[in-house]
């Protein structure tokens, strides 16, 4: 198999890092460019000495920088910035992958409306393949342009899709109970994320309204297809990297026919082949820990009292299976790569 060349927009954050990091052992893609414009002509491991030996890369200025020279480019940048990229990079031939939301939602309007930004390039987002390998990975091979799932939205898709595929639950009362470290909230100095303000404590925020929502509830009726109406509300933990998501559903008449043994066994069946979900014995319950540094997300259920309601409970690392992670794992599928490849990390505990 041949090789690819990698470019990284915007390399100076969480993300941008674990692309590197992966990349650094990743057998048939080599990162060749990485942005930023406040670092540019420095090396990299002056800001990531953890790459000390595995990356002899300086970061470019972006308006100078080749990118369009490279196989593929994936933009670490924030929301706004890949958008003025994409047209020129897939006009020359480069495969693009966001790991921004800049082209997760297909409704222009809705797009403008949570993310407050006009979007420079409407006509790319029908175009672009969502990135969640689980639900579109036939698509993923044919793909130029995929936009990379959200953390949040990951571990929430996943946990739900077997349940909505099968017509299990009620899809007007779904509620997503998500937590996440800070590293969520990317490498800036912002008071809210300062150890001293997030130690020790814990809270929600965003609960009127989190601009993942869309994202999810479009998936998640691209499968069902019918309206799904959720409330999702994301909560700050007081640890660096992860996501648990503690998802409930109402049963319908369907979904309460099956007995436990029943559904277990539709989230094997539904996970069996796919190499980065592990759905965990019944009764088990999934930590973050058991997936830190990985890019699997570990899923269990549940059905409380053997009522009405079913808990499914999802996690994964926020800055592997929630974004860098899943995209090198989109760009194996795009280049025809054993999807596993550069993946392998074992979590790392304690």
């Known amino acids: 198999m041949k090789a690819v060349n990698v470019g990284i927009i915007g390399g100076t954050g969480y993300t941008g890092l674990e692309l590197l990091r992966i990349l650094a052992r990743h057998p048939l893609a080599e990162a060749r460019i990485i942005t930023s414009r406040g670092e540019a002509g420095k090396p990299v491991t002056d800001l990531f000495p953890s790459l000390t030996g595995h990356c002899d890369l300086l970061f470019s200025d972006p308006e ?4 369009k020279s490279c196989d593929f480019v994936f933009s670490a940048a924030p929301n706004g910035v890949a ?5 020129g990079l897939l006009d020359a031939g480069v495969k693009f992958i ?11 309007a809705v797009w403008e409306q949570w993310y407050g930004l006009t979007h420079a390039c409407p006509e790319l987002l029908e175009q672009a393949v969502y990135g969640l390998p689980e639900v579109n990975r036939q698509s993923l091979g044919e793909a130029r342009l995929v936009a990379n799932p959200g953390c949040y939205p ?11 595929e099968n017509g299990l639950v009620e899809l007007d009362s779904l509620i997503s109970d998500a937590k996440s470290g800070i590293s969520g909230a990317g490498r800036n100095a912002n008071m809210g994320t300062l150890f001293s303000e997030v130690s020790d ?8 309204g989190h601009r993942h929502l ?14 799904v109406e959720m409330v999702f509300t994301p909560h700050l933990l007081p640890l660096i990297r992860g996501i648990h998501a503690t998802l409930y559903a109402r049963l319908n008449e369907k979904g309460l ?42 899923i269990s259920i549940h059905r409380p009292q ?14 592997v299976k929630g974004a860098a992670g899943q995209a090198i794992q989109n760009m194996n599928l795009m280049a025809g790569f054993p999807e596993e490849s550069g993946l392998g990390c074992i979590a790392l505990v304690p």
């Open 98 to 108: 966001d790991l921004s939301a800049d082209f997760r939602i297909r409704d222009v």
């Open 201 to 208: 404590s814990f809270k929600a925020y965003a609960a009127s």
């Open 257 to 298: 026919s099956l007995s436990m043994e029943d559904m277990q066994q539709l989230f094997l069946d539904r996970y069996q082949n796919e190499p980065f979900v592990q759905v965990l014995p019944s009764g088990a319950h999934p930590d973050t820990r058991s997936v830190r540094g990985s890019n699997y997300c570990r």
């Open 64 to 67: 100078g920088a080749d990118l």
């Open 83 to 87: 958008m003025t990229h994409a047209r």
């Open 154 to 164: 990951t571990a929430v898709q996943l946990g739900y899709i077997p349940l909505v």
């Open 214 to 227: 869309p994202e999810i509830i479009q998936g998640l009726q691209d499968i069902a297809g019918e309206a």
């Open 306 to 319: 053997g009522g009405k309601t079913i808990t499914v409970l999802s996690v994964e690392d926020n800055l």
